[in-house]
């Protein structure tokens, strides 16, 4: 199967640009796992995402600040798990803006189907909220400060699955 | 992503990962990873093509039911166009992937990295 090799891409264009360093994009063999305990029609959901858009007002206004590139602060934000598709905004710059426009949501941040898939039991329910956090050039801050922050907020839900959604 | 897919599964909470980039979601040690090879943005499915978006999400519910190991990795059947060219494209002179004004708030923010990164060390 033919796809598109973003390590080598990547690294590539930003030679080209003349930057010294090249991402070091993240390397592990050894993979933790948790198998699933129970049945998916009896398991608890959220969606863990990276695609940056802001939530807004039914006239059209923005609720939170857009959001670029991660920081070195906690960046988990959590979003209504029903919430009106049609009230968000993209404010994506990482998918490709040649050939995509972020304007179905459910393309990259599925919360109409999972709904749907919850109403027809196929899961067992959502969690109250869903999460986004920034992309972030850190490999420590991901796994030291955002990930376990996630990983708490998704416990004091009784989540049991995370969908992750990187845009 | 992967980096938190696996705090999370380290911490007892099954993950699935929905990517359209197949070598860095491999290269991380993802836990179970369904791969479409759509461009960037499209991780669970066409745009408003609701079967497709099912289909996708479909696979991952499977295989989260399946998998009997870390790091098994589902390639969807899934074709974005019948011209391939939009693989070729990507991170071209021709389709450059930052865009200008993309640039300027990357900076922008680097230098505020910066400058709290300064203030810290000198309130330490």
């Given amino acids: 199967m033919e796809y598109v090799h973003y390590i080598d891409k990547t690294h590539e264009y930003y030679r080209k640009l003349g930057y010294a360093k090249t991402y070091n994009y993240a390397r592990n063999d050894d993979i933790p796992f948790t198998p699933l305990k129970k049945p998916l029609a009896k398991c608890r959901v959220a969606i863990v995402s990276t695609a940056q858009f802001v939530m807004v007002d039914a006239a059209g206004n923005d609720l939170e600040p857009v959001r670029m590139s991660g920081t070195n602060v906690v960046e988990v934000f959590p979003i209504p798990s029903d919430w009106s598709p049609d009230r968000i905004r993209s404010t994506s710059e990482d998918h490709d803006r040649y050939q995509t426009e972020m304007k179905d949501i459910d393309a990259f941040f599925p919360i109409t189907r999972l709904n749907e898939f919850v109403r027809e039991g196929v899961l067992g329910s959502l969690a109250r909220e869903f999460f986004r956090t920034l992309p972030n050039y850190s490999h420590r801050k991901t796994t030291e400060v955002d990930g376990p922050e996630i990983l708490r907020r998704c416990r004091e839900q009784h989540v049991d699955v995370a969908l992750l959604c990187p845009v | ?124």
């Fill in chain 2, 1 to 124: 992503m992967s980096l938190i897919a696996r705090v999370l599964e380290a911490g007892g909470i099954s993950t699935v990962t929905f990517s359209n980039a197949r070598d860095i979601t491999v290269s991380a040690g993802n836990p179970r990873l369904v791969f479409t090879n759509y461009p960037l943005g499209n991780c669970v499915g066409r745009p408003f093509d609701r079967e497709n978006q099912r289909a996708i999400l479909g696979a991952g519910f499977e295989l989260l039911e399946s998998a009997p190991r870390p790091g098994i990795v589902v390639d969807t059947p899934h074709v974005w166009s019948a011209d391939t060219g939009w693989m070729q494209l990507i991170l071209s002179d021709a389709q450059p992937f930052i865009s200008d004004a993309a640039e300027v708030k990357r900076q922008e923010a680097l230098k505020q990295a910066r400058a709290q990164k300064a203030r810290q060390v000198r309130d330490a």
